[in-house]
């Protein structure tokens, strides 16, 4: 991913702004939010409730390819944000 990066800017602004974890619990960890661009199966099966309770809170998920159970995450007590999710929409429409 860092490679990634790299090619579309300095090396030296991808190595002070972006950090690369090894997993993703860490990578969650004192976090206002996290963001689900892929629909990879790993990610669907991520303990969410794990995530939840090391993040900062209010605690927020944005899922853009809609693979996650978005009643069980605010069950956990995140506010879900979902690409093509009429409802979120309305929901926070009005905050």
């Keep these: 991913m860092r490679w990634e990066l790299e090619q579309r800017s300095p090396a ?3 190595t002070k702004l ?6 993703p619990y860490s990578a969650a960890e004192d976090a206002h939010a996290i963001v689900v661009l892929t629909e990879w199966d790993e990610f669907k099966t991520l303990d969410y409730e794990r995530i ?3 993040m900062k ?3 927020s998920v ?6 996650l159970d978005q009643r069980q995450l605010r069950e ?7 690409i093509g999710d009429l409802a979120a ?3 926070y429409k009005a905050l």
């Design 62 to 67: 944005f899922d853009g390819r809609l693979i």
């Design 52 to 54: 939840y309770k090391t």
């Design 57 to 59: 809170h209010p605690a």
């Design 76 to 82: 956990y007590g995140f506010r879900t944000f979902a």
């Design 12 to 14: 030296d602004l991808v």
């Design 18 to 23: 972006v950090t690369v974890y090894d997993n």
């Design 89 to 91: 929409k309305r929901r």
